[in-house]
C-alpha cells in the first residue's frame, strides 16, 4: 500500500486512560472449540470501532489481514510482526500479515492467506481460518477484513526482509484484557482524534528486551475482536 499519512511517533502521545473497567474474556472462551463454535453460532454485536477518520479521498479498495491464534498446547497466542523502518508506508509499525485484494483472490480469505504466506512463510496446511469479523476502514480508505484462524505449532516461518523485521507473539489472554488497552488523544488536522494502544514488552529474536508498541487499526481490530468474544 503506497498511500500515505503525516508522520508522527504515537509512543509520545498521552496516555489519558485505560479500560480496565471492563472485565477479561473468561479463559473458557479462548479455548479452541470455543472460538470454533463462537464464530458458528456468532452472537448479536457491533464493532465498537468501525474504522479510522478517512484523510485522503480516493476509492475504497479491499484488503485482508489474517489473525492467526497460535495453539500452544491449552493457550494460544497472536502472531504479529513488525514492519522494517524503510517501508513508505506504516514503517516499523506491529501489524497482522496481510495486504491489499488482487484481482485473482477469490475472496478476503485467499487475499489474507496469500499475503501471509508471501509475508511470513506460514504455510496454509498450518492454519485452520474459523471466520472473519466486521471490515476496518482505514484512514488511506482500506476495507481491511480480518480473517481469523487457529495455527498449529510449533512455526517454521521464513520471512519477507524486505516488508518483515521481526514476527512475535502475544498471549491472547493479554490482548483480551481490557486493562491492558491504553487511551491516547491528539490534536491533528483541525479536530481532536483518538486512539488504543496494547504495549507488550518481551524479548526479541536476539533475546534483547523489547517494547512492542501495538496501536492504530492493529489495536481497533484486536479491540474489535474483545467486543465479539465478550458479546
Given at each position: 500500500m503506497t498511500t500515505s499519512v503525516p508522520l508522527f511517533d504515537p509512543e509520545a502521545v498521552p496516555m489519558v486512560g485505560d479500560d480496565a473497567h471492563l472485565p477479561p474474556v473468561d479463559a473458557a472462551r479462548l479455548l479452541p472449540d470455543a472460538l470454533?463454535?463462537?464464530?458458528?453460532?456468532?452472537?448479536?454485536?457491533q464493532p465498537e470501532i468501525p474504522g479510522d477518520a478517512r484523510v485522503f479521498e480516493r476509492e475504497p479498495a479491499r484488503a485482508s489481514v489474517l489473525v492467526p491464534l497460535v495453539i500452544h498446547g491449552d493457550t494460544l497466542s497472536v502472531l504479529l510482526?513488525?514492519?522494517?523502518?524503510?517501508?513508505?508506508?506504516?514503517?516499523?509499525?506491529?501489524?497482522?500479515?496481510g495486504g491489499r485484494a488482487e484481482e485473482h483472490d477469490a475472496d478476503a480469505v485467499e487475499t489474507a492467506l496469500r499475503e501471509t504466506e508471501e509475508e511470513v512463510g506460514l504455510?496454509?496446511?498450518?492454519?485452520?481460518?474459523?471466520?472473519?469479523?466486521?471490515?476496518?476502514?482505514?484512514?488511506?480508505?482500506?476495507?481491511?477484513?480480518?480473517?481469523?484462524?487457529?495455527?498449529?505449532?510449533?512455526?517454521t516461518l521464513a520471512l519477507d526482509a524486505f516488508e518483515v523485521a521481526e514476527a512475535f507473539e502475544v498471549p491472547l489472554q493479554f490482548l483480551m484484557t481490557p486493562?491492558?488497552?491504553?487511551?491516547?488523544?491528539?490534536?491533528?488536522?483541525?479536530?481532536?482524534?483518538?486512539?488504543?494502544?496494547?504495549?507488550?514488552?518481551?524479548?526479541?529474536?536476539?533475546?534483547?528486551?523489547?517494547r512492542y508498541f501495538i496501536w492504530g487499526a492493529t489495536a481497533?481490530?484486536?479491540?474489535?475482536?474483545?467486543?465479539?468474544?465478550?458479546?
Open positions: 470454533r463454535l463462537r464464530f458458528a453460532e456468532p452472537p448479536q454485536w510482526t513488525r514492519r522494517t523502518g524503510h517501508l513508505r508506508s506504516h514503517a516499523g509499525q506491529v501489524s497482522f500479515p504455510a496454509r496446511e498450518q492454519v485452520e481460518v474459523i471466520g472473519s469479523l466486521p471490515a476496518y476502514t482505514t484512514i488511506t480508505a482500506f476495507h481491511v477484513t480480518p480473517v481469523v484462524a487457529l495455527v498449529r505449532s510449533p512455526l486493562a491492558n488497552h491504553h487511551r491516547h488523544r491528539f490534536e491533528a488536522l483541525g479536530s481532536a482524534r483518538q486512539f488504543l494502544s496494547m504495549p507488550w514488552e518481551a524479548p526479541d529474536a536476539q533475546g534483547q528486551r523489547r481497533a481490530m484486536i479491540r474489535n475482536f474483545y467486543r465479539f468474544l465478550s458479546a
